[in-house]
């Protein structure tokens, strides 16, 4: 009977107390942003992408054997990608990439999940914002030492 009296009393006791977390929020802890941990968050700044229009600018340096490729112009005023259509394959598809002297997109974007060729860009890889990223000139958020190994990534 009497550990159970101390024990109650001893919850109680930590009930009762300011908790760890709300005296975190009046030392005003930062988040990596810098923003007050308790503060509302803000929408970010909104960043314009780089380079001008496709073809004129060379392709970005992987850093890693398996980087997507990233987008080396603007999208900003593209149409958007819907069911009905890609404006990525008018220049990166099989049937125009020779003539307007863009990358291909993949062979391996011409296959379903169990490995089987398709005639057309699969539905897992029709998105492709969903992997390849448009360039921005925004301040990282926190430090960044990565260093790609510029020895594995695939060969322009």
Known sequence: ?????????????????????????????????????AATDQAPQEQRYLGKG???????TRTFSTQPPLIPHAVE??????????????????ENYKQIKAPKVADSHFKDRAGKTLSEVSPTRYQCTACHVPQADAKPLVDNTFRGDLRSAPKK
Do not use: Y
Not at 29 to 37: H, I, K, N, S, W
């Open 54 to 60: 496709p073809g004129s600018q060379n392709p970005i």
């Open 77 to 94: 005023n593209f149409d958007v990608v819907t069911l009905q259509g890609n404006p990525c394959l008018a220049c990166h598809g099989p």
């Open 1 to 37: 009977m009497n550990k159970s009296v101390t024990i109650l009393l001893s919850a109680l006791a930590v009930m009762i107390s300011p908790s760890a977390g709300a005296q975190d929020a009046a030392s005003g802890v930062q988040t990596l942003r810098g923003a007050d941990a």
